[in-house]
């Protein structure tokens, strides 16, 4: 765990959060400041800070990762469907440096994002 790590103290439970998921290896949250009527943030436990940190031992827990949201997104009714992003770095605006991605679904999303 990263101690300075907002994402690291949600998933250690030092700090609140609305959890949609949790197993051992992986938290899905509601985000603080929604962007769409549903907006939940998923995360794997162990601080990574970006998608460029990766390696190819954590290629399982992402995978799952990314499964782990249909079934999020399923659950909250997203019949027509929703939106998965994940932003690298500071040109996509990454503002938490611990690895998550975006689940955006309730209403019509634009594209191409902003
Ligand atoms: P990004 O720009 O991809 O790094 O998005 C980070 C998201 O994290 C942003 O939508 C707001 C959310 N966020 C930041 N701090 C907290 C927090 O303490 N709790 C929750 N639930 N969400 C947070």
Known sequence: ????????RIAAGEL???KLFEDDHLLA????????????????????ASFDDLQ????ECLG?????AGGVAARLGLTGGYRLVGNCGPDAGQAVGHLHV????GRGLGWPPG
Request: with cysteine.
């Open 102 to 105: 975006h689940l955006l679904g």
């Open 16 to 18: 609140p959060a609305e």
């Open 29 to 48: 949250f509601r985000d603080l400041h929604p962007a769409a009527p549903q907006h939940v943030l998923l995360i794997p436990k162990e601080h990574i």
């Open 56 to 59: 190819p031992e954590q290629d």
């Open 1 to 8: 765990m990263a101690s300075e790590c907002v994402f690291c």
């Open 64 to 68: 799952r990762l990314l499964r782990v």
